[in-house]
């Protein structure tokens, strides 16, 4: 089946760059997705990448994406405190299949 | 973007009494929800999707008598959690997807529900 796989921490000082990696098994997945959940909060939708497409940015956000080796990375620059939350990647087989999540600490 | 509800944002109930959630699309309409169950520090676990005017499809595992789901319009489903107990509780998250815009799910802000 379908299977999601996250690193679960990720721990950063302010102003560096975090970078969180995912990787997925269903190939056939049209999009994948990076989300945030801060504490006790729903989750926001970060951006997404379609599969045909290498690498995508937007603003301090950079995805990367290796078909071949089923790899999504979700790089951030110049990480701030407020980046602090939980990041969850996604694929789509219809419904999203989540990775556990990385928390991401970020320290000043 | 578009806006998903949920009501309430927190619940708490004794054991064996049901609960209702609901989930809105409040500026588009929704043919598919899905609805998701977060256990603490854990991921996202698809419990179930509603289609419009259908009856929802369950995953493995999951009763359908005990999480009731209704789709009766284009913007609103909902779960009720019947005869609950403590281990039930969870933050139960809806996500929408915009008809005829199937790349994108909108979730809403979660519910917590605590079983007492």
């Known amino acids: 089946g379908e299977d999601v796989e996250q690193s679960l921490f990720l721990s950063v000082r302010e102003g560096d760059s975090s970078v969180i990696n995912c990787t997925y098994t269903?190939?056939?997945?049209?999009?994948l997705y990076w989300y945030k959940q801060e504490p006790g909060a729903g989750l926001q939708l970060l951006t997404y990448?379609?599969?045909?497409?290498d690498m995508k940015q937007d603003q301090r956000l950079t995805v990367l994406l290796n078909k071949k080796d089923k790899h999504l990375s979700l790089r951030i620059a110049d990480t701030q405190t407020g980046d602090s939350a939980i990041y969850f990647c996604?694929?789509?087989?219809?419904?999203?299949?989540f990775g556990k999540g990385t928390t991401l600490s970020v320290s000043s | 973007g578009a806006v998903v509800s949920q009501h309430p944002s927190r619940v708490i109930c004794k054991s064996g009494t049901s609960v209702k959630i609901e989930c809105r699309s409040l500026d588009f309409q929704a043919t598919t929800m899905f609805w998701y169950r977060q256990f603490p520090k854990q991921s996202l676990m698809l419990m179930a999707t509603s289609n419009e005017g259908s009856k929802a499809t369950y995953e493995q595992g999951v009763e359908k008598d005990k999480f009731l789901i209704n789709h009766a319009s284009l913007t609103l489903s909902t779960l009720t959690v019947t005869s609950a107990h403590p281990e039930d509780s969870s933050f139960y998250i809806c996500?929408?997807?915009?008809?005829?815009?199937?790349?994108?799910?909108?979730f809403g802000p979660g519910t917590r529900l605590t079983v007492l």
């Open positions: 996500s929408a997807v915009a008809s005829g815009a199937d790349n994108e799910q909108f």
């Open positions: 996604a694929e789509r087989a219809p419904a999203l299949i």
């Open positions: 990448i379609f599969s045909n497409m």
């Open positions: 269903d190939s056939s997945s049209t999009y």
